[in-house]
Antibody, heavy 121, light 106 residues
């Protein structure tokens, strides 16, 4: 059974850097094709894909946020970390991490419960 | 690749047949997934590869299409199906989502 859980601050100030950690179980980056992505959802709005990292360390970012995003993985800890620099109130959202595959064929099949991050001074 | 869902809002009754459309701005073969999101919850994968039902998902859900036009059909709407539905293309990065379709009780 795959489980994921997001952790990090619930409140950050404008211009600060947000660091979110996704801790997972039930799969490993040792498995070919595995990926962990980050998706966010502002209150009352649609889902937005942010970034993904795959088992081979291939990293892909949303073009609209690419300059502000960094995704890394720690295979030994079963964790993926997303950092977003220069946070702004428009970045207030629920942030989800999720399990997927590089092939894209199988969708995003497991999601964490999400963590709400508020950006405010 | 942009995904356009229609309608954005849908009012229906229990037992109704419901169809949601997702159009891609360019061809994505069958690399399309559908998700259900209930209020305050994470999205749940319903269908992948445009028409393959995820394990554990009721058979009243079905998906079809390829290329640029896709549909999600709920054959007989149940009370627990009132939620927001999203499509997502996984053909090429960035892996974009549609704007969502909210299904509410009539």
């Amino acid at each position: 059974q795959i489980t994921l859980k997001e952790s990090g601050p619930t409140l950050v100030k404008p211009t600060q850097t947000l660091t979110l950690t996704c801790t997972f179980s039930g799969f490993s980056f040792s498995s070919t094709g595995v990926g962990v992505g980050w998706i966010r959802q502002p209150p009352g709005k649609a889902l937005e894909w942010l970034a993904v990292i795959y088992w081979d360390n291939d990293k892909r970012y949303s073009p609209s946020l690419k300059n502000r995003l960094t995704i890394t993985k720690d295979t030994s800890k079963n964790q993926v970390v997303l950092t977003i620099t220069n946070m702004d109130p428009v970045d207030t959202a629920t942030y989800y991490c999720a399990h997927t595959y590089k092939s894209g064929w199988y969708g995003v099949d497991s999601w964490g419960p999400g963590t709400l991050v508020t950006v405010s001074s | 690749i942009q995904l356009t869902q229609s309608p954005s809002f849908l009012s229906a009754s229990v037992g109704d047949r419901v169809t949601i459309t997702c159009r891609a701005s360019q061809g994505i073969s069958s690399y399309l997934a559908w998700y259900q999101q209930r209020p305050g919850k994470a999205p749940k994968l319903l269908i992948y590869a445009a028409s393959t039902l995820q394990s554990g998902v009721p058979s009243r859900f079905s998906g079809s299409g390829s290329g640029t036009e896709f549909t999600l059909t709920i054959s007989s709407l149940q009370p627990e199906d009132f939620a927001t539905y999203y499509c997502q293309q996984l053909n090429s990065h960035p892996l974009t989502f549609g704007g969502g379709t909210k299904v509410e009780i009539k």
